[in-house]
């Protein structure tokens, strides 16, 4: 596809008018001052080829994290109708759940500032890290393995790693329902079954801050936030299983493709009818690598918890470490929306978007159905990430979806080459933030500056109305995957 048209709707909405073999429009959350970045990759082309795919709703979307992806944008939402529409493991990612959870403590800043360091280490310790890291102590048999994949974070709870109140405070309750662990291939199995509880690569990490500034003090107080508190924020996803999932129904989606007649405008945009067998595997099997992920990130925050307990001689009690919340940024849910005045049942892919319900929403928890799910966005190691919650505009605009993170704006081998000679763990700690990882490059392609500014991501959807700003975390110590 040529030169992408785009068409100001307002101050943070961009249109890709219908043209050619589009069946609707696109749609951009940016603003004015991002556009030169995003036009430098091809994401807004992968915008225009969604909105060609059979069945979809509403426009084809991207928040303003967008970047290039595989197949979809990086930000990228869409939703399709179960009589035509499509899945795409594109639309999804090869991380599948990848995702972010939040802890709060009983902690101010002040009562960690001596043994942040300590802290850290013992994180580094605790938590394997790096491409390809196992955990020595926990070998799960084929069956377990399948037990995983088929109740997520409640076979962990289930084990003693975390309580039901944990349950309580995850996106689908840290279980996505019709998970399929037969159809996950050998393969899949064996690269992810002692990768449970461990971080893995990439972006990945385990992040150690505090609430340096609050923009909604009801809405603060409600999520248990107060300036000064310390916070833990985990992102991590589905490890080794979830990347060959994907691999795997890449393989299927292109037969599938040819088989049902469906035309793609870019071979990564391989998917099925959602009704098909194929399509219905993929589902299946992508619940069982997302309830992985949902495990996977509750046992790191076991791990947290020992750590914490570990370094500051505290007791749960004391600690206080509760989840506040846990989102997915990588699926496809089915769902149900109000489109052109009716409801209707469909497949919303997600893929690097953040789910964003409002208050009252029936999937929102009921600790947050008076202050809409908590929305959570990591930024950078070295700045901020933010907490917001969802919004009846989001509901109503973007099938309840928002941004989920800054996004990068460097390659990792460019981010890599601007950190040549540098010595960034030092830079960080001369800003009072202890850096630990698995390697050297694993540390420098995180620099800041491979990232947009979260807090310009994040004004963008504030001000667009898809979600509301509460907090601003900043970082004390971070373990790198």
Not at 70 to 97: H, K, Q, R, T
Not at 139 to 161: D, S
Not at 413 to 422: D, E, V
Request: net charge neutral; charged share 25%.
């Amino acid at each position: 596809m040529a030169q992408i048209k785009l068409r100001q709707v307002d101050e943070y909405r961009w249109e890709i008018p219908r043209e050619g073999k589009m069946r609707t429009r696109g749609l951009i959350f940016a603003s004015k001052e991002m556009l030169p970045k995003i036009h430098e990759d091809r994401s807004l082309e992968q915008v225009a080829n969604v909105a060609t795919l059979p069945g979809i709703e509403g426009p084809s979307m991207a928040m303003p994290d967008i970047h290039w992806g595989y197949g979809f944008p990086i930000g990228g939402v869409a939703a399709f109708n179960l009589e035509e529409g499509v899945v795409s493991p594109g639309g999804v990612g090869y991380d599948i759940n990848c995702g972010v959870r939040l802890l709060r403590t009983n902690l101010e800043r002040q009562a960690i500032a001596d043994r942040i360091e300590e802290l850290v280490n013992a994180l580094f310790d605790n938590i394997p890290t790096g491409v390809g890291s196992r955990r020595k102590d926990l070998k799960l048999t084929v069956p377990t393995l399948k037990e995983v994949m088929r109740y997520g974070a409640a076979w962990a709870v289930k084990q003693g790693f975390g309580t039901t109140d944990d349950l309580a405070h995850i996106e689908a309750g840290g279980q996505i329902p019709g998970a399929d662990p037969d159809l996950v291939s050998q393969f899949a199995m064996d690269r992810g079954k002692d990768q449970l509880g461990t971080l893995g690569s990439g972006n990945h990490f385990v992040e150690v801050g505090y609430v340096a500034e609050i923009y909604d003090e009801p809405l603060a107080r409600a999520l248990g936030l107060f300036p000064g508190q310390v916070t833990v924020i985990i992102h991590t996803g589905s490890r080794g299983l979830g990347h060959q999932v994907c691999d795997d129904f890449i393989k299927v989606m292109l037969k599938a493709s040819a088989k049902y007649g469906i035309e793609l405008p870019d071979r990564q945009l391989c998917s099925a009818p959602i009704r098909s067998p194929e399509g219905q595997q993929y589902l299946a099997a992508m619940a069982a690598a997302a309830n992985f992920a949902f495990a996977n990130r509750q046992m790191i925050t076991h791990w947290v918890r020992e750590s914490f307990e570990q370094v500051l001689k505290m007791g749960p009690r004391d600690l206080g470490l509760e989840l506040i919340y846990d989102v997915a940024h990588n699926i496809a849910k089915i769902e149900k929306h109000v489109i052109d005045g009716k409801e209707k049942t469909v497949c919303v892919h997600r893929k690097g978007a953040t789910r964003a319900f409002p208050p009252g929403h029936p999937e929102v928890p009921p600790a947050y159905r008076e202050t809409g799910q908590p929305v959570l966005i990591p930024g950078d190691m070295g700045r901020y990430s933010f907490v917001l919650v969802g919004t009846q505009r989001a509901l109503e605009e973007t099938f309840g979806s928002t941004c989920h993170g800054a996004g990068r704006e460097l390659s990792r081998a460019a981010a890599i080459k601007a950190a040549k000679g540098r010595r960034v763990v030092q830079e960080m700690a001369a800003k009072g933030i202890i850096v630990r990882g698995a390697g050297r490059d694993t540390i420098d392609e995180e620099i800041s500056e491979a990232y947009k500014d979260v807090e310009n991501v994040v004004n963008v959807t504030h001000g667009a109305g898809i979600s509301k700003k509460v907090a601003k975390l900043k970082p004390l110590g971070v373990i790198k995957g």
